[in-house]
């Protein structure tokens, strides 16, 4: 069985590893806070906004390889000693994603956790993630609202755990099926909620589209 501590160890793992601002850094290079600029949020779509596809590209890969990087030092240290590793992943991953919305060096004022949520997704299955991506990429192509296939993503992320779960893919008793439900359901709220303001411009139809050059928080 997994202790309270393992637990929290691995929110911790992940919490570090989620500290890393893949989009801040790269702004510091270029000389600019890149949370003063655009939306003034630190992830991949105002990094792809303010400095380009290349800062995008580089903030998306970076923010969703440190939370698969969490994962994989959970998988190093508990893997060979626990039957119950795909739950303390889940708990490494939500940890990344804390990490990465609330910073405690930037006064907590990270990103929105989706693309440390894809890196989630990518270290739990390949093929979930595979499913999710070209979900996340038909929603943005005929919408052009990147919240709209972000919120869709972490809607579908707790759909896939739960089904893979159902089907023994995680090899888990249900008592911690339940847990790793419970989890991914905390990740779909917390994304929502960091999505606030943009559900609301969606509702209103004022929300900024992919492309498009107007810039709001």
């Given at each position: 069985s997994v202790s309270s501590m393992e637990r929290l160890i691995c929110v911790v793992i992940g919490y570090l590893f989620g500290l890393f601002q893949t989009g801040y850094f790269y702004g510091k290079l270029k000389h600019i806070d890149i949370r003063q600029h655009g939306s003034g949020n630190a992830?991949?779509?105002?990094?792809?906004?303010?400095?380009?596809?290349?800062a995008g590209a580089i903030t998306f890969l970076g923010d969703c390889l440190k939370c698969a990087a969490a994962v994989a030092v959970v998988y190093w240290l508990y893997g060979s000693t626990h039957d119950n590793i795909s739950l303390l992943a889940m708990y490494?991953?939500?940890?990344?994603?804390?990490?990465?919305?609330?910073?405690?060096?930037?006064?907590?004022?990270?990103?929105?956790?989706i693309a440390a949520t894809a890196g989630l997704i990518l270290a739990t299955n390949p093929i979930m993630?595979?499913?999710?991506?070209?979900?996340?990429?038909?929603?943005?192509?005929?919408?052009r609202y990147?919240?709209?296939?972000?919120?869709?993503?972490?809607?579908?992320?707790?759909?896939?755990?739960?089904?893979?779960?159902?089907?023994?893919?995680?090899?888990?008793?249900?008592?911690?099926?339940?847990?790793?439900?419970?989890?991914?359901?905390?990740?779909?709220?917390?994304?929502?909620?960091r999505h606030r303001a943009n559900i609301k411009r969606?509702?209103?139809?004022?929300?900024?589209?992919?492309?498009?050059?107007?810039?709001?928080?």
């Open positions: 992830g991949t779509t105002n990094a792809l906004r303010t400095l380009g596809w290349t490494a991953g939500m940890g990344a994603v804390l990490g990465h919305n609330f910073p405690f060096y930037l006064k907590f004022k990270g990103g929105k956790g993630m595979l499913i999710a991506t070209i979900v996340f990429i038909l929603v943005v192509a005929v919408t990147v919240s709209l296939g972000s919120l869709i993503l972490v809607v579908l992320f707790l759909a896939e755990v739960i089904v893979y779960g159902q089907m023994g893919g995680f090899s888990l008793a249900q008592p911690e099926l339940y847990e790793m439900y419970v989890i991914a359901f905390v990740l779909m709220l917390m994304a929502f909620y969606l509702l209103n139809g004022t929300e900024n589209k992919f492309g498009a050059g107007r810039k709001t928080k």
